[in-house]
């Protein structure tokens, strides 16, 4: 069964950071193309970023410079390093997989929430 | 980025009721077009890829298509469990969201 599992969500002060975890089991993550996801609170999905198997990162405009996507292939883990925090990157973070380049997001996590807030 | 426009807002309709959900990429996608379920308070779920192709698992009374740069979803024969947001999704570049539809059951 294909799963994924993120933690690392809190609240933290405008100007922090933070780093999400997303674990995967039942597929590897370094074969896929993995993506984050947020959804602010009564809001939409906006995509925030995403790694290819092959390792080339792009990220949102709204995130660059700021946030960075990576995985450890070792522990089938995907992250997202958050800095510079502002209160509007309050959301739920859902990590995502597409088994193609072609972004069809066909697992996703339950998501974790992130709360900037002072 | 490619701007998915997405209508209705919301709509309600009736048990056994057919509904249709539009949207419209700001270019040319081709087929590159998914449509997802997010039921209250879960993560979203893909039902629909390459704008036609029906998830394993999805019953068959959703279905997708394209014209062009329009989209549509289709749920026939509505169900209680029908209730949720759809959205829709372009995956010729950096993935965009429609703004979503809200379907409520009466």
């Known amino acids: 069964e294909v799963i994924l599992v993120e933690s690392g969500g809190d609240l933290v002060q405008p100007g922090g950071s933070l780093r999400l975890s997303c674990v995967a089991s039942?597929?590897?993550?370094?074969?896929?193309?993995m993506s984050w996801v947020r959804q602010a609170p009564g809001k939409g999905l906006e995509w925030v970023s995403i790694?290819?198997?092959?390792?080339?990162?792009y990220y949102a405009d709204s995130v660059k410079d700021r946030f960075t996507i990576s995985r450890d292939n070792s522990k089938n883990t995907l992250y997202l390093q958050m800095n510079s925090l502002r209160a509007e990157d309050t959301a739920v973070y859902y990590c995502?997989?597409?088994?193609?380049?072609?972004?069809?997001?066909?697992?996703w996590g339950q998501g974790t929430l992130v709360t900037v807030s002072s | 980025d490619i701007q998915m426009t997405q209508s209705p807002s919301s709509l309600s309709a009736s048990v056994g009721d057919s509904v249709t959900i539009t949207c419209r990429a700001g270019?040319?996608?081709?087929?590159?077009l998914n449509w997802y379920q997010q039921k209250p308070g879960k993560a979203p779920k893909l039902l629909i890829s390459?704008?036609?192709s029906l998830q394993r698992g999805v019953p068959s009374r959703f279905s997708g298509s394209a014209s062009g740069t329009d989209f549509t979803l289709t749920i026939t024969s509505l169900q209680p469990e029908d209730l949720a947001t759809y959205y829709c999704?372009?995956?010729?570049?950096?993935?965009?969201f429609g703004q979503g539809t809200r379907l409520e059951i009466k």
């Open positions: 995502a997989r597409a088994p193609t380049v072609t972004t069809n997001f066909d697992c």
């Open positions: 039942g597929f590897t993550v370094s074969t896929n193309y």
């Open positions: 790694i290819y198997a092959g390792g080339t990162t």
């Open positions: 270019q040319s996608i081709g087929i590159y």
């Open positions: 390459s704008a036609s």
């Open positions: 999704q372009q995956s010729y570049s950096h993935p965009t």
